[in-house]
């Protein structure tokens, strides 16, 4: 049987469509940190005299928001589709990386002085209004922080 142009059309399509989804999976995979956020966690580790924090960097395929964790030696982010939220995690859990690795090596947790650099971070990449709104949902200190800064501004 003689393949006809448009079934060859379908088939290369398919094909093309396969590959596609197979080298998304591996990006989401891998990993890898993308540049834009290797650029702020540098920058971030090379103004706060910090150590720069190494970074798994995982992509959530369905959620839309981002989620993270800081451990002793590393960062974990669990990247979602919004790259604001992206951003708003990263700088959150740098915030305790560097608490950790300055004011209050056994602090871990939002203490009044966590979010005071976390709002110092938030205010350098100006998302104090995004981070007042998402943190806040979950921290009322975090609302806090964005009222002193409101007062002082
Ligand atoms: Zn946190």
Request: proline share 4%; hydrophobic share 40%.
């Amino acid at each position: 049987m003689v393949e006809s142009d448009e079934d060859r059309f379908l088939r290369l399509r398919a094909k093309a469509d396969r590959l596609r989804r197979r080298l998304e999976d591996e990006a989401q995979n891998s990993g890898r940190v993308p540049v834009w956020a290797q650029k702020i966690i540098n920058k971030t580790a090379e103004d706060w005299d910090v150590p720069v924090p190494p970074i798994k960097w995982r992509r959530s395929k369905i959620n839309k928001w981002s989620s993270g964790r800081t451990f002793h030696h590393r960062i974990v982010v669990t990247a979602g589709k919004d790259r604001q939220d992206q951003k708003l995690v990263l700088l959150h859990e740098l915030a305790h990386w560097i608490v950790k690795h300055g004011p209050d090596p056994d602090g871990w947790g939002h203490t009044a002085a966590f979010w005071r650099v976390a709002f110092d971070l938030f205010a350098d990449h100006k998302m104090i209004k995004y981070a007042t709104m998402r943190e806040g949902r979950n921290w009322a200190r975090a609302k806090t922080e964005a009222k002193i800064r409101r007062a002082r501004s």
